[in-house]
């Protein structure tokens, strides 16, 4: 029996326990649900033992625990390392939610639920992948699994994980399925994420809340202050103001950008799905070019003052906002961070005081296409979609990326399965199931592939 042969005869397995997984909320920003993340955890080191792994283990860290797993079958085959993370996002707010975001549902070969896509579902591609060479001994690497708990809060404690068990890691390419490709009639490998400062800015006026009218027009208000802050961190080009913020940031040549525009790329289309006239962002680059080689800087969240039903005519002591800064090849997190508090320390009026919490952040990766696990990764697509997948640049951040760049000296492989119109981080998150089960067939193929591209270099 093939390993797609095993596929085909066990989707409903694997659908079935992944829509287990699923109901699990494993939120790991929102300590009350603590006791689930570990509960995921102990969910994925119970299908990789049962899937065939030589053993399993939680790995304690200062948060969330990571899952290792390994099967050596040879110490002369070359190692996979498969990277994902259990944990997901907030599922806020929930009434936007069409069902309950942990009961998972499938409708129009889709499945809804938070995490579907981000990452339970891809993720879990790799555990189904690795179950189907198992059974029909088509296992042609070694294969390690770290399966984290913390991406979602970024990472924290996995960084000292990889500096402590470095020989544990050890193996020649490591496997993520944590992006996107283009749609499904257009396979794509990710090779560039952006990175990310992450920033939260409370701005104090009075002592207390005050009435607007005894008060208005003497008193600063602390959301106007802030407003206008944010305001001026772009121009109306969409440029970022702030002095110094492009020095670093790799500039590519028209040959570079011109690749870039192959991809198919429908503009009528996107406008439509996001229900939205025209598209904004920096005046002199596409929109493809804006999410992928550019940096950007947006508000989160906002809040302050009274914001339930009806009205009250407040004047607020305080003012909120998260901010975030996606950023490109070169640039610097803590540098940009330090950038973003030295223009709010520096530019908040003395009518007001101003504190600026940095929270987590990552660094821009750029991976190779001339790999053997890029070209194996090409030859799996090849195989399974009938299609030479494009090489793109993706405009989300995996802090891990650059990390294992930096500690474990390998370059990963972003060998994702999902699609722009997924959802994640939003309400009615889904993963179709024609991804879900590509994504498995597509990963079986890549160790087939990598075996023998790294026996002949």
């Given amino acids: 029996m093939t390993t797609l042969e095993y596929l085909n005869d066990h989707k409903d397995k694997f659908l079935n326990e992944l829509l287990d997984l699923l109901r699990i909320p494993s939120v790991s920003a929102d300590k009350k649900f603590d006791g689930d993340v570990r509960n995921a955890a102990m969910f994925v080191k119970d299908q990789l033992i049962a899937a065939g792994v030589d053993y399993a283990e939680l790995c304690e860290t200062k948060g969330h625990p990571i899952v290792y797993a390994e099967k050596i079958i040879d110490s002369t085959f070359p190692t996979v390392l498969v990277y994902g993370h259990y944990d997901v996002q907030p599922a806020d707010p929930y009434e936007l939610w069409d069902h309950p975001p942990f009961e998972p549902i499938v409708k129009n070969d889709r499945i809804y639920a938070r995490g579907a896509c981000d990452d339970k579902g891809q993720m879990y591609m790799h555990v189904k992948a690795f179950e189907a060479m198992m059974e029909t001994n088509t296992l042609t ?82 959301i106007n202050i802030l407003t206008k802050l944010i305001a001026d961190m772009q121009d109306e080009e969409g440029r970022i103001t702030l002095p110094g913020f492009y020095d670093d940031v790799l500039e590519y040549s028209e040959a570079q950008r011109a690749e870039m525009a192959k991809a198919p790329f429908d503009l009528d289309h996107y406008k439509k799905e996001l229900n939205i006239e025209e598209v904004k962002g920096e005046k002199g680059f596409s929109t493809i070019e804006r999410v992928g080689i550019r940096p950007c800087l947006d508000v989160n969240g906002i809040w302050g003052g009274y914001t339930g039903p009806g009205s009250k005519t407040v004047l607020p002591s305080k003012a909120f906002a998260k901010i975030s800064t996606r950023l490109v090849s070169n640039q610097n997190s803590g540098k940009i961070t330090q950038m973003i508090i030295k223009y709010f320390e520096e530019n908040a009026p003395k009518s007001v005081k101003v504190k600026v919490t940095p929270h987590h952040g990552g660094t821009p990766a750029v991976v190779s296409t ?47 399965f999902g699609l722009d119109s997924d959802d994640i981080h939003s309400p009615n998150e889904s993963y179709g199931l024609f991804n879900y089960y590509k994504g498995i067939e597509t990963i079986a193929y890549f160790y087939g592939h990598f075996s023998q591209i790294s026996k002949k270099s």
């Fill in 141 to 222: 690497c070694n294969v390690k699994f770290m399966i984290e708990g913390e991406e979602e809060v970024g990472s924290d404690n996995l960084e000292a994980f990889i500096k402590e068990e470095k020989q544990k890691l050890s193996a020649d390419v490591i496997l993520i399925s944590d992006t996107s490709i283009i749609n499904n009639d257009t396979p794509s490998i990710t090779v560039g994420l952006r990175g990310l400062s992450y920033l939260e800015v409370e701005v104090t006026g009075p002592n207390k809340d005050l009435h607007s009218g005894v008060y208005g027009g003497a008193i600063a208000n602390p």
């Fill in 370 to 416: 001339h790999s053997n696990g890029y070209q194996a990764a090409s030859k799996a697509f090849e195989q399974s979609w009938g299609k030479t997948p494009i090489p793109t640049m993706e405009g989300g951040s995996i802090p891990i990326v650059a990390l294992f760049m930096q500690e474990l000296k390998i370059e990963p492989i972003l060998l994702g």
